[in-house]
């Protein structure tokens, strides 16, 4: 069915080109959607309307998830080097402090909470998208597109000329603001926080252990009338300070309209965001050397729809919300994470019927369940009236998510991890081809899906050594398999043993074979206690064309 979203204005068009996959938005998860496209070597366009990348440090919170699938796409080793710690919280009323929260998580998760200003994440992400031999366009703009049955018609405004795109596909992650969404027609539904914020990129000189959020509150009967919230960046005492707007930079938002983001027109001074520092830091102290500062408001919102047929949501463009908990880039970059795969598939020819439809199914529940939540806890606290802390940590560092209602998850066990759910890592895994022990996730850091086939004993390890090359064979490059043992002798290449019982215990195995199938996006495809090749391809059914 013929499309036209909205209608197309500017010069006249001057030239036509293609590309697999257009995607509207150069933050960090348009970046991550063409790293990941290009990752499977499908081509891409990346257009951004900014000429030249901002530089304020938007989002900063990593959490320990993101750093799981950065890993996965091999951009980890420069995200870290670019971070800093974030250890845990600090809380202050009144002056006193009243809690200190750590972020403990367990040895079997590999990365921990860390903290990077979003110029820097788009940098890494960037500079690994052009080793991939793309670079984002700049000062771009989509002013209009054409839906099909096969693709898309775009429209493209460059400085004064006009041009046309046709794509097989269509991501908007473009922020709240979505030209993409507003040409679905997709409604967005929420409101906005009355309160008006600034923000400020500083260097303080107090004594606080660094690698520490600060919360620093004024209340009376428990109402919160003053707030502070500084969250550490790379640098000797920098941090990223939030706090209410200072009265003479107050403007009235506008009845109705998304008010989400930055407001370049009336941003504070160094003198604003020391007087904040005066009323509430706990210690005298003394902010110096601001890179960057800005107003900005908070509305929690959330697409009807995240994508049909040939154009797709992600990120902001799909969902906005509080900042509290760092969830929304973390979210956003998981969606492009989780659509990246399966576009690819789609463009590759190789998606079987309804996958791409599972995208809104598993990750518009996700957003809806991040919005609720953060709104919550903006209003009330993180963990208000919960009492598990080491519940509440892992769900914050976004390692509690899961597809367990999936359509395209497969299998029953009694055993944790369940389909839908996220594969743990798990560490002590031995090949003799390799001096040192390798982690699980080693084992997923590749674009397809993994088939780990469970052999109990020693006497079990040939023949589901025999169906992982059977179904690598059958499959190709869509899967790599490997049969895991606690009793094996790993000299076959797709053999490891686990030296210490750590995928056991992890995984639940027991005494019988089971194959888990993990998805490339890290979540647990299918599991079964029937390991054959008509399980597994039964599986792969609802994934991938069968002999395409």
Not at 26 to 49: K, N
Not at 120 to 140: P, S
Request: hydrophobic residues 40%; contains cysteine.
């Amino acid at each position: 069915m013929d499309r036209t979203p909205f209608a197309t204005k500017g010069a006249p068009v001057s030239e036509h080109s293609e590309t697999s996959v257009l995607i509207v938005g150069a933050g960090p998860v348009g970046l991550t959607a063409a790293l990941e496209l290009r990752r499977r070597g499908i081509d891409v366009v990346v257009i951004d309307r900014l000429p030249t990348p901002a530089h304020y440090a938007k989002a900063v919170g990593i959490q320990p998830r993101t750093l799981e699938v950065w890993d996965a796409m091999g951009v980890v080793r420069p995200a870290l080097d670019r971070s800093t710690p974030m250890h845990g919280q600090i809380v202050f009323v009144n002056g006193a402090e009243v809690m200190r929260l750590d972020l403990e998580l367990p040895d079997d998760v590999p990365y921990r909470f860390t903290c990077m200003p979003q110029y820097a994440t788009e940098h890494v992400l960037r500079r690994a998208l052009a080793e991939h031999g793309t670079a984002v366009r700049r000062g771009v703009e989509l002013t209009g597109y054409e839906q099909n049955t096969d693709g898309v018609i775009a429209t493209l405004r460059d400085g004064d000329e006009t041009t046309r795109l046709t794509a097989r596909y269509l991501v908007g992650c473009d922020g709240a603001h979505s030209a993409v969404r507003k040409g679905l027609g997709v409604s967005f539904e929420g409101d906005a926080f009355p309160e008006e914020y600034m923000l400020a990129d500083v260097e303080l000189d107090w004594s606080l252990p660094s690698g520490y959020g600060v919360r620093a509150m004024t209340q009376e009967d428990g109402t919160t009338s003053d707030l502070m919230v500084c969250i550490p960046l790379p640098g000797d005492g920098r941090y990223r300070v939030s706090s209410f707007v200072a009265p003479d930079l107050a403007t009235t938002a506008e009845a109705g309209a998304v008010t989400h983001g930055l407001e370049g027109k009336h941003p504070p001074t160094l003198g604003h965001i020391q007087a904040v520092v005066d009323r509430l830091a706990p210690e005298p102290t003394t902010a110096r050397n601001m890179l960057w500062s800005s107003v900005f408001r908070i509305s929690h919102r959330i697409a009807g729809s995240y994508g049909t047929e040939r154009v797709f949501l992600a990120g902001d463009a799909a969902h906005i919300h509080p900042p509290t908990g760092a969830q929304g880039m973390n979210t956003g970059i998981q969606d492009a994470y989780n659509l990246g795969w399966k576009l690819a598939l789609a463009v590759s020819g190789h998606a079987a019927d309804g996958l791409l439809d599972s995208y809104d199914a598993e990750r518009r529940p996700i957003g809806e369940e991040v919005v609720g939540r953060t709104v919550r806890h903006a209003r009330e606290g993180i963990g208000h009236g919960e009492s598990d802390a080491e519940t509440i940590i892992m769900r914050e560092a976004q390692l509690l998510l899961g597809y367990r209602d999936s359509a395209i998850v497969d299998g029953r066990s009694d055993s944790s991890p369940a389909p839908g759910d996220r594969a743990p890592d798990a560490r002590d895994l031995r090949q003799d081809t390799v001096a040192t022990p390798l982690r699980l996730h080693d084992l997923l850091r590749h674009p397809g899906h993994t088939v780990l086939l469970w052999a109990p004993t020693a006497a079990a390890v040939p023949a589901l050594a025999s169906l992982a090359d059977t179904t690598v064979e059958r499959f190709g490059d869509v899967v790599r398999a490997y049969t895991v043992s606690p009793d094996a002798d790993p000299a076959d290449g797709r053999v490891v043993r686990d030296e210490n019982g750590n995928v056991t215990r992890l995984y639940g195995f027991a005494a019988a074979p089971e194959a888990v199938i993990v998805r490339p996006d890290g979540y647990v495809g299918f599991r079964t206690s029937e390991p054959s090749m008509d399980r597994l391809a039964g599986y792969f059914e609802n994934i991938v064309r069968i002999g395409s």
